[in-house]
């Protein structure tokens, strides 16, 4: 499903794309209801892409986070939805430097998948209650993992990433979206860690952890969301796996996205050499 806002139509410029993988059990449309994600397009202008799993793929409509076959760039889920990514930027009036993913639980962990195997195509990627890079690598090690957490891969290169998990999951362990922003701060140097609670108001508290240089523009930052279970935080009712009590964690991918860009140079210098 792809959402274009009423913007594009009298846009001067190319807009940024924000790709979108639901969790299990989810379709494209009850995951863009949950999130909301289609009315934060509206307002701040920018295309939004949902892929959807099919049945015959995975049963339960998962993505294949955990095979080793859907875990690397040029094969499986991941080439899949990356050629999807470069159809639409071609298709529409998409800016090539501001392109996006994000996910919940299956989806969160083949958004990251995503990014650091094509960050030619994505300047950062949102993770909501998934898992590390590589924390399995078969569904026989896939539960272990969500049970009790994996450290998953380093990552070769940097990309900004911003996680949301909450402190009550029963589904993913907490544990993982602290090992997903381990990774992700480890390729960057000199960056300050700056850790603040908050609470929504008549909501729910939260902590959230900052990475970045000085003053600038944050590189990783981590959401805790306390008392919050396997559920989108900050999600509207009408969709599944969805927490309206906690801090609005689509509003905040957003703001965190659109402060990170990818250089032609470097679309270049890590892309495949023929699309």
Not at 35 to 49: P, R, S
Not at 115 to 135: K, N, Q, R, T, W
């Amino acid at each position: 499903m792809l959402y274009v806002p009423k913007a594009a139509a009298t846009a001067t410029g190319p807009m940024p794309l924000i790709v979108m993988l639901h969790g299990c059990g989810q379709s494209s449309r009850d995951f863009a209801r949950g999130t909301g994600m289609n009315t934060l397009a509206e307002e701040f202008g920018f295309v939004v892409l949902y892929p959807e799993q099919a049945r015959e793929a995975h049963n339960h409509l998962c993505w294949n986070w955990y095979r080793a076959a859907d875990q690397q760039r040029g094969a499986g889920e991941p080439a899949l939805i990356a050629n999807l990514t470069r159809q639409i930027i071609d298709e529409q009036k998409i800016d090539p430097a501001k392109v996006y993913v994000s996910g919940l639980s299956a989806g969160g962990s083949a958004a990251l998948t995503l990014a650091v195997e094509y960050p030619d195509i994505f300047a950062a990627v949102g993770v909501h209650s998934g898992l590390g890079f590589g924390a399995a690598l078969d569904a026989k090690s896939a539960p272990r993992a969500m049970q009790f957490g994996a450290t998953g891969r380093r990552h070769t290169a940097q990309m900004p990433t911003i996680v949301f998990h909450g402190d009550a999951d029963k589904v993913v362990n907490p544990r993982n979206g602290r090992f997903i922003a381990m990774r992700a701060v480890e390729p960057y140097s000199n960056l300050e860690k700056l850790e603040k609670s908050g609470q929504v108001v008549g909501g729910r508290e939260f902590v959230r952890t900052v990475h970045r240089v000085g003053r600038s523009r944050p590189y990783v930052e981590e959401w805790v969301v306390v008392k919050s279970g396997h559920a989108w935080s900050g999600g509207h009712a009408a969709g599944s796996y969805t927490d309206p009590k906690g801090p609005d964690a689509s509003r905040e991918m957003v703001r965190f996205f659109l402060k990170h860009r990818t250089t032609k140079k470097h679309r270049a210098d890590v892309g495949d050499p023929v699309r």
